[in-house]
């Protein structure tokens, strides 16, 4: 694929990196957008060319722990439940790539995992840690002044369409890489293409410590022979219902008929279709912030003990609020999860009118969804999940919509 013209395929490990100080990069002191005319960079028909870059992360919270104890440098690391030999219950956060090279995954469960590698090192999750990273990894992006939107703890787009060119943009990317390396002792990956879809799945392309940038002339040869599944969205469900219609890759999708893929998943399979042909017109939004903020918990034994239950979602909610304290957010909507014996999972949420921050009303609110939702049978795990956030704001603690 590196041959195709007009893509640019990068990948500049950590110690290559290293070697690249000092950085000579200046980027402009006040990007220009669309609605200045300053603006320079238009294709040859005269339209706006967009570059968005998009970082996320390498297996984030096993390299804040890596980062802070150099001895678990090269070697696997595992964050999430106690494995307990064998016997735990919980799942897996993350884990280094040296613990994936076992096939160790995200959300798989820690049993498993300490099937797979029982020699791994198994941490607990130390949120405020991965928080404090989080926050100066995002102070870093923001200080070059280009829009921003945080998608969650570990990832972000940035708007840096006015640098002009690609060239320019994979100097900055390079320059983004080597200042969260030499600083906080992290490594991320980079997509920059002209859309944030296409972004995201270019950062993934050439995980860890990838940098991946695909101009506009080689976005279709990019996508057309990955699988559906990189597409941000596609999840398990649609992935099954695509391969039923034939669909396995991107490009299968770009040349499917859209009114067929409209009659199977309704109107947004338009976007889905654009989005297989590299158009995606969604726009940075400033000042959002993390989409969600959750926690779960899974117990010891199965239970349906009304009072372990109910103290166990006051703790959640504790702790999800507390988080959301150090974010400075209020949220508006809450989502109680329940897993069952048999890994039967239900979830329901609820939106309120008013904009909230406190833990006292997140736990009305899971109570009372927990009573409609709770069928009487042994569960296995409880989470809670808060989303829809606005900042906080010196104002009054809640607000009428
Ligand atoms: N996370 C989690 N449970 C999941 C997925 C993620 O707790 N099922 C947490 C731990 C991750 C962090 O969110 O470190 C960021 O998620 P990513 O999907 O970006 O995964 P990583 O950063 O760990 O790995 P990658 O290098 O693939 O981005
Ligand atoms: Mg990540």
Known sequence: MTGSAGLVILCRRQA???????????????????????LVNRDVQGEYQRIILHLDMDSFYASVEVQRRPELAHKPVVIGADPKHG????VVSTCSYEARAFGILSAMSISQAFSLCPQAI?????????????RAVMAILRSYGYRLEQMSIDEAFLDISPLGNFTAAQQFAEEIKANI???????????????????????DFQKPDGLTIVQPSALQDFLDPLPVRKIPGVGKKAEALLFEM??????????HDVQDLIGRFGRSAIALHQLARGIDGSDIVEGREARSLSRETTF???????????????????????????EHLWFRTITLKIRYQGFITRSKSRS???????????????????????DGRKIRLLGIRLSSFEKQDNGQVTLPL
């Open 87 to 90: 016997k735990g219950r919980g």
């Open 16 to 38: 290559e990196m290293n070697l690249m100080v000092p950085i000579t990069f200046n980027p402009p002191p006040s990007p220009t957008y669309p609605d200045d005319v300053s």
């Open 122 to 134: 198994f941490l607990p999750p130390d949120f405020p840690a991965y928080v404090r990273a989080s």
């Open 246 to 255: 034939g669909i396995r890759t991107i490009g299968d999708l770009a040349g």
């Open 352 to 374: 309120q009118l008013h904009l909230s921050g406190d833990a006292t009303v997140v736990r009305s609110l899971v109570h009372a969804l927990f009573r409609e939702v709770y």
């Open 300 to 326: 010891e034994t199965d239970t349906d003990d009304l009072g372990v239950i109910a103290s166990t979602i006051d703790a959640l909610a504790q702790s999800v609020c507390d988080n959301l304290a150090e």
């Open 181 to 203: 390396s030499h600083r906080l002792g992290l490594s991320c990956s980079v997509g920059i293409t002209p859309s944030m879809a296409v972004a995201k799945i270019a950062s």
